[in-house]
């Protein structure tokens, strides 16, 4: 069977230290990539100098990347890089989330192809006490109850999806919100 190519939206502010394992990480995935469409929500660090550089070293897929005049946040930007997206499936991803194994976008489009109802995938995250403990005090606080825990469920960190249902499902709640901006925590929305 052939493998449908995905496309992944990563939002973007100030993530120049991130970003280069983030990115490096994508580069090794064995899963056919279509594009990466990057929101930059008008960073003023060296970020975009990080993404212009991975953009023209990319020899398995084009890095596209659209600009915010304003820090908008991860809602309005996986909303404008999903409506870009040109593949059936799409994977929002944060910009500091680096993928573990070049295996992790294969594992998370599998469920897909066994059953046509899927609607959307997610991974189990993992928060090593080792990591835990270089977070600064606020990261700690809101992930103590996750050190060493497997968690599970959408969380937009490393997400799939299928374009038509999320554009459905955004659209359904910018209907219901009257700013969509503000309309709970930014990562869960």
């Known amino acids: 069977m052939e493998l449908e190519s995905i496309?992944?939206?990563?939002?973007?502010?100030?993530?120049?230290?991130?970003?280069?394992?983030?990115?490096?990480?994508?580069?090794?995935?064995?899963y056919p990539i279509r594009e990466i469409i990057i929101v930059d929500n008008n960073s003023t660090d060296n970020s975009l100098k990080i993404i212009e550089r991975f953009r023209r070293e990319s020899k398995r897929f084009p890095i596209r990347i659209l600009r915010q005049k304003v820090n908008r946040g991860l809602i309005p930007s996986y909303s404008w890089g999903v409506q870009e997206a040109t593949s059936q499936y799409v994977i929002t991803?944060?910009?500091?989330?680096?993928?573990?194994?070049?295996?992790?976008i294969e594992k998370l489009i599998a469920p897909f192809q066994i059953d046509n109802t899927v609607v959307a995938t997610y991974p189990i995250v993992w928060h090593p006490e080792s990591i835990w403990q270089e977070y600064n005090f606020w990261q700690k606080l809101h992930f103590s109850r996750l050190v060493n825990v497997e968690d599970h469920g959408l969380n937009g960190k490393f997400d799939c999806y299928k374009k038509t249902v999320l554009l459905l499902v955004h659209e359904k709640l910018q209907q219901r919100f009257i700013d969509?901006?503000?309309?709970?925590?930014?990562d869960w929305d």
Request: aromatic share 4%; hydrophobic share 35%; proline share 7%.
């Open 7 to 30: 496309s992944i939206v990563m939002p973007n502010y100030n993530s120049a230290t991130a970003l280069p394992e983030s990115l490096g990480s994508l580069l090794w995935q064995t």
């Open 93 to 104: 991803m944060h910009s500091d989330s680096k993928l573990a194994t070049e295996r992790e």
């Open 180 to 186: 969509p901006n503000i309309a709970g925590g930014e």
